[in-house]
């Protein structure tokens, strides 16, 4: 069975591999595997962009590659690195031994034995079981320098060291890009993807999510878990909980042997949901009984 042969069976493929998603995205990862365009995926922390990529890897059985995006990340550091170290050892053992020559030792340290794959090289690269998944998580946190570069990579899938040449992509890795929206993306690496905005999902899709990944869970305690974080995510926080949280929060939950919710529970696991101080005063007191009152009454039959 073709796995990526239409949008219902990408959808189906995510689904079993745990990751459940709406029509809008399934069809946006079917259209970036049919025509190898990259994906470009934005929204909140904790949505889900990130398990998306895991979720095609595995169920496309491919290699899983991630360049982890950071301020201050330059080309050296996501193509490749020179293993130092190791070329100083060489340099004085040819010395010691009388054959140093020049010519000969340059040609050796600056060959395949001494180079250090990164991330963006990898992907490049033959692997077993087809193109890799190239996952570059975070990509607001870097800077213009490194889109322009970025750009340029994706557009040829092919990357350039000085010293051996141009390496391209046999065949073009599957790229899915993400971004917190942090900083906006220049539209020109936009425009080279296909965009998906990931939002937060609605109750019932929350609900087949929480399924999918914290089966153990009771019917009952699923729904109070995810109508009180959909109950939060209305409140005026720092850091809105995300999917990600919801499912942490669901197995503290379990770990506790906890059957239903109630304030003095929210209040002794709250660090599971909330990551800044501010956010958890703000629900002390009598706050959490009242957001634990609303989402209930969401839940009864109108």
């Avoid at 590659?65 to 550091?77: H, N």
């Avoid at 870097?142 to 060291?161: G, H, Y």
């Avoid at 850091?239 to 990600?244: E, T």
């Avoid at 909330?274 to 009984?289: F, R, T, V």
Wanted: glycine share 6%.
């Amino acid at each position: 069975m073709d796995k990526t042969g239409s949008i219902d069976a990408v959808q189906a493929m995510l689904g079993n591999e745990g990751y459940v998603c709406g029509r809008a995205l399934a069809t946006v990862v079917f259209l970036g595997l049919r025509l190898g365009r990259p994906i470009f995926l934005e929204g909140e922390a904790g949505v889900g962009k990130t398990e998306i990529a895991k979720a095609i890897a595995a169920g496309l059985g491919r290699k899983l590659i991630r360049l982890q995006c950071y301020e201050g990340l330059d080309a050296a550091s996501a193509v490749y690195e020179w293993n130092f170290p190791a070329q100083m050892i060489a340099i004085r053992a040819a010395e010691a031994g009388g054959n140093a020559d020049r010519d000969i030792l340059q040609q050796e340290l600056f060959g395949p034995d001494y180079l250090i794959e990164r991330p963006l090289l990898q992907a490049m690269r033959p692997q077993e079981g087809g193109a890799p998944v190239l996952l570059i998580d975070e990509l607001d946190r870097t800077d213009a320098p490194f889109e322009a570069f970025l750009l340029e990579a994706l557009s040829d899938f092919q990357v350039t060291i000085p010293e051996i040449g141009t390496i391209a992509a046999p065949e073009p890795p599957i790229v899915i890009l993400t971004s917190n929206r942090t900083r906006e993306v220049h539209d020109a690496l936009k425009r080279r993807c296909l965009y998906h905005w990931v939002d937060y999902p609605a109750f019932e899709r929350e609900i087949e999510i929480l399924r999918a990944r914290a089966p153990e869970a009771a019917q009952t305690l699923s729904r109070e878990i995810v109508a009180f974080v959909q109950q939060l995510r209305t409140e005026d926080l720092f850091k809105k909980p995300g999917v990600a949280e919801t499912i942490d929060w669901a197995k503290c939950l379990l770990a506790l042997d906890v059957i239903q919710l109630s304030p003095e529970v929210i209040a002794d696991t709250l660090g599971a949901i909330l990551k800044y101080q501010d956010d958890i005063q703000k629900l002390q007191g009598s706050e959490a009984k009242r957001l634990l009152d609303e989402a209930k009454a969401s839940l009864e039959p109108a």
